[in-house]
Structure formats: C-alpha cells, structure tokens
C-alpha cells in the first residue's frame, strides 16, 4: 500500500486522540490550560501570531511560573557542608 493520495501528495497521518489527551492532561497539570485555550482561540480568530502576543506571553509567564515551582534552584539544594 502506498502512503500517497489519488493526486500523488504525502498522505496526512491522523492525529491520535489518545495524544491529544495526553498533552491536555500536561497542561491542566501547570495551571496554565486556560491561557493555552486562549491562545488557540486568539490564533483561530487572527489566523496570525503576531496579533496574540498577548496571550503567547500570558502562557509563558504561566508556564514560567510553573518551572520554577516544579524545579527548585540549585542554591536551595546545597547541603551547607
């Protein structure tokens, strides 16, 4: 079987919902779920990344925040001896 269509173009692999959740799941994990949907939102409406710099900076702020939270400095590790 070939992987290319009728008119000769590359076949789309469809995507797994299973992934989708996964990366669903991930999100909700950070809190910043909310901002993700926004920014799909902004981008559906602006078809256009530039006009929803808005929102990509509010995902990484969250997204920051979340990194910092999750993995804590080297400084705080340090045993002292």
Do not use: I
């Not at 999750?70 to 045993?79: G, I, N, R």
């Amino acid at each position: 079987m070939s992987k290319t269509s009728a008119d000769g173009k590359p076949k789309s692999q469809p995507v797994v919902v299973d992934e989708l959740d996964l990366v669903e799941e991930m999100l909700k994990k950070t809190g910043c779920a909310d901002h993700n949907y926004a920014l799909h939102e902004c981008m559906f409406e602006h078809r256009d990344w530039r006009k929803c710099q808005e929102k990509v900076q509010a995902l990484k702020v969250c997204m920051d925040a979340f990194n910092r939270v999750k993995k804590p400095s080297p400084s705080s590790s340090s045993t002292g001896t």
